[in-house]
């Protein structure tokens, strides 16, 4: 997911979101001395046969960050599109992009031949991500998941998970999970993997042993490559294309971000799709800066979802890759 750092935390939270308190006021009670967060150590040391020393251990140095609530609730995707894009679609990216592209060019060559992945599209999730490296998270991931799963009931029992697997990444990795630092939702390394995509699609690129999201651009471009392959990505097949529409009242908006829309209805709208395969496409309706944009989204540009849930976010990626493509040419 993208850096956390984009927007300013909200600072009025509802109760709802506010962490249980210490008698007086005088401030949070501390997660371990809390009942739901003793039960919960309990549940997971029955489920999955970690020691229940090392997570009281663990969780007894877990802070409660207010900041993280205020990114949960405004994330960067809320944003309209032409404000998102401006982040992330900048010379200064672009050049930094091709940089990496090149300074990689044998790992990206591998990834391409090994899980069918362009390295294109994995460059330009690394660099919506974290600019090549250049901002993977300033939030310590423990405090992160331990407020979100404890403190903000409209996500709770996913970041409760989260933290779980964060558990069985430190027992499987060689990780120290009160170590780690990524974004606000706990994401870590250049392809900000929370730590369940960490437990099922980080991969070893250079055998060394280990699955190093931070240090190793060989673990780094292959783990990616590997989510979309995961993912059922298919090599050159298209992705996005912009819709010239005259007519807006009759095209079709997708719901969601599954496809689901035929191309009958497309043409049925006067319009007539570049690649038209008989499969579903999502239709998107974007506000950029000069009017409302239409975006076929086909069946990869849904797989770039599957990283992040988020058309902005798909698009941004395709763009990005989009003039990483060109400039390697």
Known sequence: MPPAQILPPILALS???????AAGNEGPIPYWKRADVQEWIKQTVQQHDLSEEHIQRIVKTARYRADVIGYAKRPAESMSWHRYRKIFLTPERTASGRAYLEKHADLFAAAERDYSVSAEIIAGIIGVETYYGENT????????????????????????????????L????????QDLYGSWAGAMGLGQFIPSSYRHFAVDGDGDGKRDLWNSPADIIASVAN?????????????????????????PISKALLPDITVEQIEAAGLT????????????????????????GY?????????????????????????LHHDVD
Do not use: C
């Not at 430190?170 to 999970?177: M, Q, S």
């Open 227 to 251: 989510y979309f392959k995961q993912h059922h990505w298919k090599m050159g097949n298209p992705i996005a294309e912009r819709l010239n529409v005259a007519n807006p009242d009759i095209l």
């Open 137 to 168: 998270g300033q939030h310590r991931v423990l405090d992160a998941l331990m407020t979100l799963g404890f403190d903000y009931p409209p996500r709770a029992k996913f970041f409760r998970g989260q933290i779980v697997h964060l558990l069985l």
């Open 170 to 177: 430190e027992r499987e990795a060689g990780l120290r999970a």
């Open 299 to 323: 069946h990869n540009f849904y797989v770039i979802t599957r990283y992040n849930h988020s058309a902005l976010y798909a698009l941004a990626v395709y763009q990005l890759s989009q003039t």
């Open 15 to 21: 109760i709802a979101a506010l962490p249980a308190l």
């Open 273 to 296: 799709l570049s690649y038209p395969d008989h499969s579903p496409v999502a239709v998107h309706k974007l506000e950029a800066e000069s009017g409302t944009e239409y975006w076929v």
